[in-house]
């Protein structure tokens, strides 16, 4: 068993950049391992694995993007603010809102940031 | 960014100078000299870690047959296969400290070892799905963010995309949430009752008000936030949306005061979390003996990919699930 | 064009003319999305529970593909019914889906999940391809991108047969067993639909999906001798595994169904 490191290439005109490796038994089945545990939220462009130096593309770089609707697996895939205004209309027709004190807007303070300060005076 | 300490050192003041190179921001990588200690607890903290994205991965699993429609079967699938693959990314880094993944594999399969506790939970209606969705997941999140900066580098780069990938999660399971806090009263209700019935594990998930000088996590700056901080983090963000929601939480406790600008909650019994993490909660036993089945069944296909058989010693019995 | 044999376990023209809803055109697009969905939901049992991990990942992009066919073929339907694309999925009797029954199998082991996934990739490749010639317009043109991720598909199962005979032996005499049982019920997939023939004269079928039997056994022969696989031939089944197109399905389709759509039918105009 081999690992392969896989590298993408983010658009046409970007350097090849590691992105992690895959276990396979050759370089066959890595390449196509690399495509699917790296690619499928449209990441690169381009696809390559390393053979023990040897870098080795994925022939087709239609193989690399999908072909049919994948919205569904991108944050693009869901825009929310329609359905946010559809619940809030939803809830103030069922009068259901629970109106407890809860952080202002402008009240928030970084709670990491203090946290540590305060562990430093300590 | 590699190490600053000499060879030539003694062992305490190497660790003396290991210790306030990761207390001051510094980074190691997987082969840097690193204490005992150190190695030791990372490999447990990321292995439990990889353990949960696996074993999270069942609950939801079991929905994507049940889907109510077609974008919804698909987006659960995806979203199971990003946890498998989170899994496979953070094995990688406990593997690059010294422990290999097929050891791993076997010692979760054959509960030697730890997994988060949310995910021994059975899951009982589509309600579990938006709430796994958008506060299990959510929960989670807050926990993978404050790793990016955590001190093991090789860590910190996989919490990256690990992070990146979780954005497509946040909006989905806000997507699940929305559709039922809008839906029939029917949807409202399973909503609500899973939200009643999750609380508690949610609470369980960020572990014990454990305080800076104890937390030895902490210490090697292996977490970098405590957990009581995460907790309120987690309280800010979701506790307001659900109330807006009309979604109420089951903690009477639970407010907000402003003037010590945090949340008092009530502190679930410790005891539960012991018993689920030592492996007795409700479902474990099933869940693990399904990856059992799953491995005894295809021994052959590891081997035609390469890779090692798994030791499929069964565990020893455990009191009903 | 010779119109290959009428494959079917019904006896042919039991109406003497075809009404709407006998619609040949939606028949066939529901059994495309149909078999399509069928797979796809038991290819996606193995998210998170598949042999490697490498291969979990792999597997499921395969089910999310099928799926998305599956929508697409029911994109179609809804411009023939005015349904949307989860009501035509979920909103069925079990005898009104037109899937193979080969498809409805439950996964059981890897063995014969890969050769089940390598059959049906076979069969619906030629498929498509004979689909691209269709003389319906919107038929033909949502074939070109299914094709193009079948591909994969095609790959992914060749990739893991062509490794079968040098690898454990029991792996090799495991998928052989799986491919048996799903060449015993192959049949099916080539069954002639009601008013099939309706649809060739029309131009919208070139011709009937059982003349694609013979260009599919000779592929599977080739394939099957390439991977050490030819003991399997002689389970070939042009008989077997009938009844889906007509709706006739078997004991496990009903649990699969129920488990597939209760929840959208407990649930009647929700939106999730």
């Keep these: 068993m081999t690992r392969y490191p896989v590298l993408q290439r983010r658009r046409e005109d970007s350097d090849w950049e590691t992105v992690g490796v895959v276990h396979a038994p050759d370089r066959e089945m890595a390449l196509g391992f690399a495509l699917h545990s790296f690619f499928r939220h449209g990441e690169g462009v381009h696809c390559a694995i390393d053979d023990d130096g040897e870098i080795v593309t994925v022939t087709d770089p239609a193989d690399v993007v999908a072909h049919t609707d994948k919205s569904y697996r991108v944050s693009a895939g869901y825009p929310l603010g329609p359905k946010r205004r559809r619940a809030e209309q939803r809830v103030a027709e069922l009068g259901v809102r629970i109106d407890k004190p809860r952080p202002g807007v402008d009240n928030r303070r970084d709670r990491s940031r203090d946290e540590q300060s305060d562990r430093s005076e300590g | 960014m590699s190490t600053i300490i000499e060879p030539e050192q003694d062992l305490e003041a190497r660790t003396a100078a290991f210790v306030e190179h990761v207390q001051s921001g510094g980074q190691v990588e997987a082969d840097d000299w690193m204490p005992e200690e150190y190695r030791t607890l990372a490999i447990k903290f990321i292995e439990m870690h990889a353990n949960s994205e696996m074993m999270g991965a069942l609950p939801e699993r079991e929905w994507i047959a049940r889907a109510p429609s077609l974008r919804r079967k698909m987006s659960l699938t995806a979203k199971v296969q990003d946890e498998v693959g989170h899994g496979h990314m953070i094995y990688r880094v406990a593997e690059d400290l010294g422990k290999s993944r097929v050891d791993m594999l076997t010692d979760l399969m054959n509960g030697r070892t730890k997994f988060h506790n949310v995910f021994h939970y059975p899951t009982k209606s589509w309600g579990d799905v938006a709430v796994i969705g958008s506060l299990v997941d959510g929960a989670a999140i807050i926990t993978q963010t404050a790793l990016l900066t955590t001190s093991l580098a090789p860590y910190a780069r996989v919490m990256k995309r690990v992070c990146a990938e979780e954005s497509f999660h946040q909006r989905h399971g806000e997507d699940l949430l929305l559709e039922l806090a809008s839906g029939t009263p029917a949807q409202r209700e399973m909503l609500q009752e899973a939200v009643d019935r999750w609380w508690v594990p949610i609470m369980h998930f960020f572990g014990p008000k454990t305080p800076a000088e104890k937390d030895r996590l902490l210490h090697w700056r292996i977490k970098t936030e405590l957990n009581e901080t995460l907790r309120q983090r987690f309280f800010d963000r979701y506790v307001p949306k659900l109330w807006d929601l009309g979604i109420s939480i089951p903690d009477e406790a639970l407010a907000y005061d402003a003037a010590s600008d945090s949340w008092t909650w009530t502190e679930p019994s410790w005891d539960e979390l012991r018993e689920v993490a030592s492996g007795n909660g409700p479902m474990t036993a099933t869940r693990l003996s399904w990856r059992i089945w799953m491995s005894d069944a295809n021994a052959w296909a590891r081997e035609l990919m390469d890779l090692p058989r798994l030791d499929l010693t069964h565990p020893t019995p455990r009191t009903a699930a | ?272």
């Design chain 3, 1 to 272: 064009m010779t119109i290959a044999t009428r494959m079917s376990n019904l006896p042919s023209a039991t109406r003497a003319g075809w009404t709407a809803e006998d619609d040949p055109r939606l028949a066939l697009v529901l059994s495309l999305g149909d078999d399509e969905l069928m797979i796809g939901h038991r290819h996606s049992h193995w998210t998170g529970v598949a042999p490697t991990l490498e291969e979990d990942l792999a597997f499921s992009s395969l089910a999310q593909d099928e799926i998305g066919h599956a929508a697409i073929w029911y994109g179609v339907a809804e411009e023939l019914t005015g349904q949307d694309e989860d009501t035509i999925a979920f909103g069925r009797q079990p005898e009104e889906y037109r899937h193979a029954n080969l498809l409805e199998q439950e996964p059981g082991d890897w063995a014969y999940t890969i050769a089940r996934q390598h059959v049906y990739d076979l069969f619906d490749h030629l498929r498509l391809e004979m689909l691209a010639d269709s003389g319906d317009a919107t038929i033909a043109g949502v074939v070109g991108p299914i094709l193009r991720e079948e591909r994969i598909h095609r790959a992914h199962a060749r990739a893991w047969l062509s490794r079968l005979s040098d690898g454990p032996a029991d792996g090799l005499a495991l998928v052989v067993e799986g491919a048996r049982r799903v060449l015993s019920q192959v049949g099916g997939l080539f069954e002639t639909l009601p008013w099939e023939e309706e649809l060739v004269k029309d131009g919208t079928l070139p011709g009937l999906v059982s003349s694609l039997y013979q260009p599919f056994v000779a592929r599977l022969t080739e394939e099957y001798t390439e991977f050490g696989m030819a003991d399997a031939l002689d389970a070939l089944d042009v008989a077997g595994g009938l009844g889906g197109r007509q709706g006739t399905h078997t004991a496990v389709f009903e649990p699969m169904w129920d488990e597939m759509t209760a929840l959208f039918r407990e649930h009647p105009g929700a939106t999730w």
